[in-house]
Structure formats: structure tokens, C-alpha cells
């Protein structure tokens, strides 16, 4: 069985740094890339970047570039998505997901989805 | 970035009726569309790719079409599981966007 295992909730103060974990098992890790979206609360999906846990290449919307960092370590399993100083804005619902790419230059569509990690930031 | 432009915003509706929601790309995709249904609390689960391919398990009610720059998704005859809010997606580029979701609300 596919499943994509987000860790727990988090709740950090402005400025503090924060890394959230998203565990692939029951497929080959490698033959998909992540990607991360974000919900921020009673919105829309937004579409933070990706990585290819094959060879850790990743891209990031614009929106995003610079504020997160997108990491994998695919002798475990494991997808990552970092900050290193949180803001309040950053409080939301973060998505792990799952996709192959359908054609060179395209993304695909997510057939997995992490149960998502809520982060909470807070003076 | 492509931009995706979802219609309307909400909808509201009773059991049994026909629903349509429209998504509109801001280039042309191709049939590089997905659609996903999102209830309070869960996370969003695939509904339709490629514009008009049915995920596995999804009931027939669920219907996809389009091309290019316009798309819909039909719900033939909407039951009680169907409230929800529904997002398109397009993977035309390897930077995905999302519409802005539509919320179907018990009339």
C-alpha cells in the first residue's frame, strides 16, 4: 500500500527555524517526485516546488524561491521541507504529494497525498 | 506561470442536481488537467487526469472534458458525499498550479 507519512503538528515563534518530514513507502521512492503545497487556513492549494528524489533536483514557484529549501534523502525514504526563520504568514497546512512526470518539461498529477502537517507560528 | 481560473467560486445546489464547474487556463495545457475533491480536515483526493481519465474507485457521476484552455467537471447526479470543494490543477509545465477552488454547498 502507498503511503506518504507527514510528521506531527508543529507550533514555532517568528524567526525560529523548522524542518517537517514526509516518509514514502510501498513504492519506489526514487520513480516519483514530491512536491509540497501549502493551505493556508480556509484557502486555496498553492504549489511550493519539487524534488526529484533521485538525484535531489528540485524547482520552486516564484512565490517560494528563497523562503523554503526542498531536500530528500532517498536512502530512507524521506522528503523534506524547511525553514530557516518562520514568519507568522507561515502558518498552515502543508502537503506532501506524489507525482510522475507525464512528458520531459511537465509536471503530472498527485495520486498520493501526505495527511498533511499542520505549522502554527506564533509570539 | 500558467494561471488557472475556476467558476464559480461556490455553488449551491441539492441532491440530484447536475453540477458543472469550469476551469480555465491561461495558455493552452493541452488536456494536462486534474481535478480533485477536498473535504474540511482531509487532504484532496484525485477525481480525474488528463482532462477526462477516471481515477480508479471514482463513482461514474464524475465526468471530465476539455482542452486546451477551457475544462469542466460534471457531477451527473450530486450526492450527499459530493459537498465538498473541488480544485483543478494543470501539469502542462513542471510548475504546478491549482485553481482557486469551488465549494459546493447543500441549497
Known amino acids: 500500500e502507498v503511503q506518504l507519512v507527514q510528521s506531527g503538528a508543529e507550533v514555532k515563534k517568528p524567526g525560529e527555524s523548522l524542518r517537517i518530514s514526509c516518509k514514502g513507502s510501498?513504492?519506489?521512492?526514487?520513480?516519483?517526485?514530491i512536491s509540497w503545497v501549502r493551505q493556508m487556513p480556509g484557502k486555496g492549494l498553492e504549489w511550493m516546488g519539487r524534488?526529484?528524489?533521485?538525484?535531489?533536483?528540485?524547482n520552486y514557484s516564484p512565490s517560494f524561491q528563497g523562503h523554503v529549501t526542498i531536500s530528500a534523502d532517498k536512502s530512507i525514504s524521506t522528503a523534506y521541507l524547511q525553514w530557516s526563520s518562520l514568519k507568522a504568514s507561515d502558518t498552515a497546512m502543508y502537503y506532501c504529494a506524489r507525482y510522475e512526470q507525464q512528458l520531459v518539461g511537465s509536471g503530472g498529477f498527485v495520486d498520493y497525498w501526505g495527511q498533511g502537517t499542520l505549522v502554527t507560528v506564533s509570539s | 506561470d500558467i494561471q488557472m481560473t475556476q467558476s464559480p467560486s461556490t455553488l449551491s445546489a441539492s441532491v440530484g442536481d447536475r453540477v458543472t464547474i469550469t476551469c480555465r487556463a491561461s495558455?493552452?495545457?493541452?488536456?494536462?488537467l486534474a481535478w480533485y475533491q477536498q473535504k474540511p480536515g482531509k487532504a484532496p483526493k484525485l477525481l480525474i487526469y488528463?482532462?477526462?481519465s477516471l481515477e480508479s474507485g471514482v463513482p461514474s457521476r464524475f465526468s471530465g472534458s476539455g482542452s486546451g484552455t477551457e475544462f469542466t467537471l460534471t457531477i451527473s447526479s450530486l450526492q450527499p458525499d459530493d459537498f465538498a470543494t473541488y480544485y483543478c490543477q494543470q501539469y502542462n509545465s513542471y510548475s504546478l498550479t491549482f485553481g482557486g477552488g469551488t465549494k459546493v454547498e447543500i441549497k
Open positions: 488528463k482532462a477526462s
Open positions: 495558455q493552452s495545457i493541452s488536456s494536462w
Open positions: 510501498g513504492y519506489s521512492f526514487t520513480s516519483y517526485w
Open positions: 524534488i526529484d528524489p533521485s538525484d535531489s533536483y528540485t
